[in-house]
């Protein structure tokens, strides 16, 4: 029997089956730090696809009907799942996503957190009842009923580097709000993806509510989301592909979660050794593949060469090696990721960057890298790297900072340092972001935060009470009350 052949093939789940396809095609995950190949998943046909979305938009129907307590039940139950499954889908994100375990196993627990708040926050959603007498005296005998209603089929679109969080994220509010799901992980994280829609099954899943579907993008992703059954699009991954699935999703809604080039502003006031260390952690923990890590530093000139000393202080504690080791730098998703943020670097320090620490490469394994001295002229100053590399571009003054911030074609988070507070939020109004962090690290919630980018960063709002009313509508229906 030859190797390829001895790899575990995952199913996926069809209308309350796990399945094989039909092509008899799988493709095979790599292990990002080119350890033992943790598996492979199925290649879905098209036809398969549509079974899969015409199977779920029936499932929606019934589940509609259920109540807010009927649906949290099976969300408390695929909580409860997924914490007897958590070092089997531990060591499956470790082994495909390259993160830590410890990290890993963070993943689960925070995920089954958020399941149980979304179950409960469900439960709060409540309408309106408004007079008509309140906008003119003719209107008194009028009251508008207003509910929120499912949507429909939400197709759930995730990323990488939180396989089972960020696609958790997707699919429990669109389930409490009464909303079927199919279900596209990425194929990097597809492994983790199906144990988590397994943890689901067993907790009860209605046979159809939620479909598994696996394969490459580039095969079946237009006919994703260009089905006419789909009935909102939520997607989380990089900008140039989510401006491609609002070009071709038409008037279907979107909820998109985009990269990010975060810068963390420091000012002359700021407490150094917090901000060096929140940068530190920000911008490299997981290697940087996060849309929320910090990707620059704008610091006024007079505290730079302080700031830069601390920060390779703080980055001598950091971790480097296998995601077995729990390591806090590990090797990037793949070789093309790798390459890409060499290229940066490259490009940096050929156009007059300092190379404070790092610029060292191991395969896949970049360790992390801190560039000083970055002026406008260089790639890395815009594009965001999704690796362990920070720039440090120094400015003149706070306007200078705020002016650069904005010039980026994102705008997701932004950090402030600053003992300042009524200048910090003056400075946070005037930047062009979904969300400020004052004093800390650019970072995803708590996840029952608001969270949201502008620009390239995203459309929709997000965080669990904003998911959940971003995949159900407002239904008014208004009482025409007879006089007596």
């Known amino acids: 029997m030859s190797e390829v052949e001895t790899i575990k093939a995952y199913p996926f789940l069809l209308n309350g089956e796990w399945q094989n396809t039909t092509s008899e095609r799988t493709i095979e995950i790599e292990s990002p730090s080119g350890a033992e190949t943790p598996g492979a998943v199925q290649a879905m046909t098209e036809s398969e696809v549509n079974a899969a979305i015409s199977g779920a938009n029936e499932a929606q129907k019934n589940w509609a009907r259920k109540s807010f307590d009927e649906r949290a039940q099976v969300l408390h139950s695929w909580a409860d799942q997924l914490l007897l499954m958590k070092d089997e889908i531990a060591e499956a994100i470790m082994k495909e996503a390259g993160k830590g375990l410890s990290s890993a196993e963070k993943e689960v627990v925070r995920t089954a957190d958020f399941i149980k708040y979304t179950a409960e926050e469900g439960k709060r959603l409540h309408g ?8 003119n005296a003719g209107s008194a005998n009028k009251f508008a009923l207003v509910n929120r209603n499912p949507i429909g089929v939400v197709l759930a679109i995730s990323p990488f580097n939180y396989p089972v969080n960020l696609s958790a994220a997707k699919i429990a509010p669109a389930l409490i709000g009464g909303n079927a799901v199919v279900f596209k992980p990425a194929t990097q994280g597809a492994i983790s993806g199906t144990l988590m829609i397994e943890a689901l099954d067993k907790a009860g899943l209605p ?115 296998a995601p077995e080791d729990s390591a806090d730098v590990t090797p990037l998703i793949n070789s093309k990721a790798a390459d890409y943020v060499t290229g940066l670097i490259d490009d940096a320090v050929e156009k007059g960057a300092e190379v404070a620490s790092g610029n060292q490469r191991e395969g896949n394994l970049i360790y992390p890298t801190l560039l000083d001295s970055v002026t406008k002229d260089m790639q890395i100053a815009w594009e965001e790297p999704f690796g362990p590399v920070i720039p440090v571009i120094r400015v003149e003054s ?7 911030a904005n010039e980026s074609e994102y705008g997701l988070q932004a950090s402030i340092f600053t003992k300042n507070m009524e200048q910090a939020i003056q400075i946070g109004n005037e930047l062009e972001v979904g969300s400020v962090q004052i004093n800390g690290k650019t970072e995803r919630g708590p996840d029952h935060f608001p969270f949201l980018g502008v620009k390239s960063s995203g459309v929709g709002g997000q965080g669990i009470r904003k998911s959940i009313e971003s995949m159900t509508r407002e239904k008014v229906t208004v009482l025409n009350m007879t006089q007596g």
């Open 398 to 404: 706070v306007d200078e900072a705020i002016n650069i």
């Open 207 to 321: 046979s159809g509510l939620v479909n598994l579907v696996t394969g490459k993008g580039a095969e079946i992703g237009d006919h994703l989301i260009t089905h006419p059954l789909i009935d909102l699009i939520n997607f989380t991954g990089g900008s140039q592909t989510g401006k491609s699935i609002s070009q071709k999703a038409s008037m279907v809604p979107l909820i998109l979660e985009l990269g990010g080039k975060d810068p963390a502003i420091v000012l002359e006031d700021a407490d150094l050794d917090k901000a060096a260390a929140d940068i530190a952690s920000g911008g490299f923990s997981y290697s940087g593949q996060r849309c929320t890590a910090i990707k620059r530093v704008l610091v006024q000139d007079e505290k730079a060469d302080e700031l830069v000393a601390k920060i390779k202080e703080k980055m001598n504690g950091l971790k480097v090696g």
């Open 128 to 135: 309106e009842l408004i007079n008509g007498g309140s906008f």
